[in-house]
């Protein structure tokens, strides 16, 4: 049997974008935009264009310049609104005006102060008004977790019999429980008339961390649009999570229901939001969280290193993700010290390997999470001794405002030494650039993390660098007060590992 299609419509740009100080301009917001089409979702709601000249202008542009997913602006049931949003949508390939208004007790008598006859009359105007312009509308019930649902059910059978081809059923503030809201949408499928000439959808936010649940026990019921954000950012506590309900969608293949999401994509649209909107993500989270596959008690190392699958029900790969983290901390165990211990190249018997483990368990008693080069001490080696072919002998960084960032560098590279100078786009830049000069491999760096150890000017930072070669990620380490030298070291430490498994 042939699986159904989830649409999946991404309100980033609009919902999400209205959290506090998160903000975009209109290249951020086309920047995204590519993204998300590249991603594979179906809808992009791009903005509210009455709201503010510049989202309007976000509407105009980003219409301009995508092609495959649908152009969605949103809008009040006010003629204006949906005049302003209609003319925005003009460059537009496939556009859709979402237009709507609250059905909840609340929303009609506190809110409105207006009556369920009025409200069902503005909804049919809207609909029809905003058909005029374009042929794709999606109405919304704003507030229906907490309407009536023989009271919704009228609007939404009005609003489709005006022309809605989408029905929105949000549960604007978090309330519902999953079983009320599936039984909800389940309750529209049944007792509306007309309801097979749209297409339903959810809009959950997570007001009491329900969010995706409510929206995936939607989709079981019988919704076939999902509305979503990148890493569930949104209004207060965010909306649904895009890349979890797609996970889950992927994950569970008994649902027969897909979505045309390329999951690859996934971490990295996530970071490019998390960058663009300063908005970190937090550790735990779904998907996309720095510890959604990271793996620290000696148990689940153990399994995971036997076989992935003992504690990973997603290989991290599928969403773009190199691979899954052996943290080692107090907790782990012997599997995890050689495997990481291995990485590095370093090989033991299992006396030495348990002498080892005597002292990491030493020294990890003392710090939160041991890094590479702990293990490099323990193993034997100091920071600046590590064994390798390459060591960066000398370092010279000319650089400042009105200047091109020029640097040069002396390699030992077994035993001889080797120099290079080189411009940049920063001292770092200039550095790097410099190192690959001499040593004429092509690789792509995948991660430059640079970490505080101490607080004030003389602050020692610890370099973090993975590499990329033929498919291949390297990994570097380095600590100094000079986060330039730090960063080359680091650079140099993965390049060794590099130039000693390709040859010289």
């Known amino acids: 049997m042939a699986k159904e299609q989830v649409f ?46 510049g989202d309007f202008n976000s ?21 204006q609104d949906i005049e302003v949003a209609a003319e925005s949508l003009k460059f537009a390939k496939r556009p859709r005006i979402h237009t709507g208004i609250g059905t909840s007790y609340y929303h009609i008598y ?51 019999d005006a022309g809605a081809t989408v029905v929105n059923i949000p549960d604007t503030t978090g309330y519902t429980l999953p079983d009320e809201y599936g039984k909800k949408i389940r309750y529209l499928k049944e007792h509306v008339r007309n309801i097979d000439r749209a297409i339903i959808s959810t809009h959950c936010h997570n007001d009491l961390g329900m969010a995706t649940a409510n929206t995936m026990s939607g989709v079981i019921n019988g919704a076939r649009q999902v509305e979503v954000t990148i ?24 649902l027969d229901l897909q979505t045309r999401i390329n999951a690859k994509k996934i971490y990295r649209t996530s970071r490019l939001v998390s960058t663009l909107m300063r908005m970190p993500v937090q550790p735990n989270k779904a998907i996309v969280g720095r510890n959604a596959f990271a793996h620290s008690s000696g148990i689940h190392q153990d399994g995971v290193l036997k076989r992935r699958e003992n504690y990973e029900i997603i290989n991290p790969r599928t969403v773009g993700i190199n691979e899954s983290s052996i943290l080692l901390t107090a907790r782990s165990g012997r599997a995890a010290l050689k495997h990481r211990l291995e990485k590095l190249g370093y090989s033991f018997t299992r006396e030495a390997l348990d002498r080892i483990y005597d002292k990491f368990l030493e020294l990890a ?10 293990l490099k001490v323990l193993a034997g080696s100091s920071a600046r001794d590590i064994k390798r072919n390459l060591h960066l002998d000398h370092l010279q960084v000319l650089c400042g405002k ?20 080189a411009e940049g786009n920063g001292p ?77």
């Not at 330039?484 to 993965?494: K, L, M, N, Q, R």
């Open 8 to 53: 999946i419509f991404d309100t980033t740009l609009r919902d999400g974008e209205q959290v506090p100080g998160c903000q975009l301009n209109t290249i951020e917001k086309i920047e995204v935009a590519r993204a998300l089409e590249e991603l594979g979702v179906d809808i992009i709601e791009a903005g509210f264009p009455i709201s503010s000249p």
């Open 59 to 79: 509407v105009v542009e980003i219409s301009k310049v995508i092609t495959e997913p649908v152009i969605c602006a949103l809008t009040r049931a006010v003629k």
């Open 110 to 160: 506190h809110k409105l102060n207006s009556n369920p006859e009025a409200i069902v009359e503005r909804g049919v105007e809207a609909v029809k008004y905003a058909k005029s312009f374009v042929e794709d509308v999606e109405f919304y019930a704003e507030d229906a977790g907490r309407s009536d649902n023989k009271y919704l059910a009228r609007v939404i059978e009005a609003v489709i």
């Open 231 to 254: 890493n569930g950012i949104g209004e207060r506590a965010g909306n649904t999570s895009l890349e979890e309900v797609a996970m889950i969608l992927k994950s569970r293949k008994h």
């Open 365 to 374: 008693d003392s710090k939160k999470e041991i890094v590479d080069e702990d």
């Open 402 to 421: 009105g200047t091109t960032p020029v640097a040069t560098v002396h390699i030992e590279w077994d035993g001889t030494t080797h120099s290079a100078t």
């Open 428 to 504: 770092v830049d200039a550095s790097i650039n410099a190192v690959k000069s001499i040593l004429n491999k092509k690789v792509r760096i995948e991660e430059f993390l640079i970490q505080a150890i101490t607080r004030g000017s003389d602050d020692l930072g610890k370099v973090h660098m993975q590499v990329e070669h033929k498919g291949v990620v390297y990994y570097g380490f380095s600590a100094s007060t000079d986060i330039i030298t730090a960063s080359v070291e680091a650079f140099i430490d993965a390049m060794s590992q590099v130039v000693k498994l390709s040859g010289s």
